[in-house]
């Protein structure tokens, strides 16, 4: 539902229309069909080119639709209208399904119809010429007009999710009040999406165009690119750390075998007793241990820390992201939100059911 506030304005309008709606009713279901009956198609330009059985089996609808509009029965009355109008195209027909419309809360649709009632001016329609510009006066205060524009070969535009025009060109619609979606798709080309803030009285404008790929994406990082390389060689320094450590222990272990060598010869056995380490190897063996577990642990450290390095550089790789930029058309600095009609002067305000 599309609401514009103001109380007194609201009311005022709607005994218009009800006042216009029960005279329009009255006299229709009187006077119009004397005037369906055929004649000279030069004189009636709207008769040209229908049957008499089309216009026969127009009129038997025309007054069904007129018996129910006398009795309040609007949407079976429009119904039947209709119906008749698939027979005959005849403006007091539309202006009678205008009256339902009106009454229905319609206004979109029943200005529309009011349009092919009011195509051949007054002739078809009589003394209701005048209550019709009336409608026309009352039903354009309340409703939007927007012009939608998009200079793009080939791209297609919806508004509220209706296709409405294929680029390039330009379209005029007339709209409930409230805030509507244009949407703009190309093949190759981003989908751009704006919102239209549309109030009475006032015709609003806005040119449309999808987002050339090149204009719209950017290649962004997580993080930056320094930064997983920096500890990829971190890493890498950590584990060559370990190296030296390695190197010592191998010579420790090569001194614990000479001092063994060396001081188990001297012995009566010629060797040494299982168990039985010299002091001085067993220094030496002490040390290539803990030079080992040192080597081990830099060595675990500095693949961890590179290997975290290496997924931080395939999670940092550029990935493409669109490009904050203003929507076309719009003065507006939002990308999705362009306010761009102005209050309602008076403060006159008309509500909508949404039924369009």
Same mark, same amino acid.
């Given at each position: ?5 103001? $109380? ?19 006299? %229709? ?28 089996? *127009?009129?038997?609808?025309?007054? /069904? ?6 009795? *309040? ?7 039947? @209208? ?5 027979? +005959?195209? !005849?403006?007091?027909? !539309?202006?009678?399904? &205008? ?20 195509? @051949? ?11 019709? =510009? ?7 205060? /309340? ?16 508004? #509220? ?12 619609? &007339?709209?409930?009040?409230? !805030? ?13 999406? /704006?919102?239209? =803030? ?24 997580? +993080?930056?690119? +320094? ?5 990829? *060689? ?16 191998? !010579?420790?272990?090569? /001194? @614990? %075998? ?14 040494? %007793?299982?168990? %039985? ?6 220094? +030496?063996? #002490? ?6 577990? $040192? ?52 403060? &006159?305000? &008309? ?6």
């Amino acid at each position: 539902m599309c609401s514009i506030r103001g $109380g007194g304005a609201l009311r005022a309008l709607q005994v218009v229309l009800a006042v216009l709606t029960v005279a329009g009713s009255a006299r %229709d279901a009187q006077a119009a069909p004397a005037r369906s009956a055929p004649g000279n198609a030069e004189a009636r330009p709207w008769a040209r080119g229908v049957s008499a059985e089309a216009q026969a089996r *127009a009129l038997a609808r025309f007054r /069904q639709g007129n018996t129910l509009l006398a009795e *309040a029965q609007f949407d079976r009355a429009l119904q039947h @209208y209709r119906a008749a109008l698939r027979s +005959w195209n !005849h403006p007091a027909i !539309h202006y009678n399904a &205008v009256i339902c419309l009106v009454r229905l809360k319609r206004p979109v649709a029943a200005l529309r119809h009011l349009g092919e009632a009011l195509r @051949y001016g007054r002739a078809p329609l009589g003394k209701n010429y005048e209550q019709a =510009l009336t409608y026309r006066t009352l039903l354009q205060g /309340q409703l939007s007009r927007l012009e939608v524009r998009c200079p793009e070969p080939g791209a297609t535009v919806t508004v #509220d999710g209706k296709p409405v025009l294929t680029g390039p060109g330009r379209r005029a619609l &007339v709209l409930p009040p409230g !805030h509507h979606q244009v949407v703009v798709r190309k093949a190759g080309f981003l989908t751009r999406t /704006q919102r239209v =803030l549309a109030l009475p009285g006032k015709p609003v404008r806005v040119s449309v165009r999808p987002l050339p790929l090149e204009e719209g994406v950017t290649v962004k990082r997580r +993080w930056p690119r +320094w930064m997983p390389w920096t500890v990829l *060689a971190l890493g890498v320094v950590v584990a060559a750390a370990g190296a030296p450590l390695s190197w010592a222990a191998q !010579h420790d272990i090569d /001194q @614990y %075998d000479q001092v063994m060598l060396t001081e188990c010869s001297k012995l009566p056995s010629g060797g040494c %007793d299982p168990g %039985d380490v010299p002091e001085a190897a067993a220094r +030496w063996k #002490d040390r290539a241990k803990r030079a080992e577990a $040192g080597a081990i642990a830099l060595y675990a450290l500095g693949g961890l820390t590179a290997a975290a390095g290496a997924l931080l550089a395939l999670f940092n790789r550029p990935r493409p992201v669109e490009a904050p930029t203003a929507p076309s058309g719009a003065s507006s600095a939002s990308r999705f939100r362009i306010p761009l009609a102005a209050p309602v002067p008076g403060g &006159v305000v &008309v509500r909508f059911d949404g039924r369009f």
